[in-house]
């Protein structure tokens, strides 16, 4: 099994696409985690605010058929096939860590929003805050430290529940 981290994101419908993205991901699958749910403004453009989390997930599924099944649960949940970055989002699911995968080809894993975002490193800071990120040695808890807009993030209470 492959520890992975799978970021997800919705600003539209964002309780039903949030619950809906948990619930698939736990069916590919074993001992899912979840980070806090937040609130945070969408960026790079103007619109509704999104719902983010991080979810820790045992895979069995290797790197390509993981990143296959993340998109087709991105499609299923009504995400646009030609969807653009800056853009209203259904569901959105980024692979942001996959085992001790370094690739800097398609998909690129860690993926550099651990090092951009707020509503990446806070959810990681959560699960794993001693995991040495691949490629690169600091730990999440490192990065964490020197992040900045932690506070533009609202955290959000949980509504639903996995069960397996």
Known sequence: MITSYIGIGSNLQRHKHIEAACRELAQIGEQLRLS???EC?????DSHAFYNLV?????SL???ALVKKL???ELRWGRAVEAKKFQDRTLDLDLILYGD???VDTPIIPRSDIYHYPFVIQPLY???PQLSIPGDGQTIEQVWLTASNLSSLTPVPLWFSINR
């Open 101 to 103: 995968v370094v690739s």
């Open 41 to 45: 403004d969408s960026l790079g453009f």
């Open 62 to 64: 290797s790197l390509a």
């Open 71 to 73: 998109r087709e649960i």
């Open 126 to 128: 959560e699960l794993c």
């Open 55 to 59: 979810v820790e997930l045992h895979t």
């Open 36 to 38: 806090t749910i937040y």
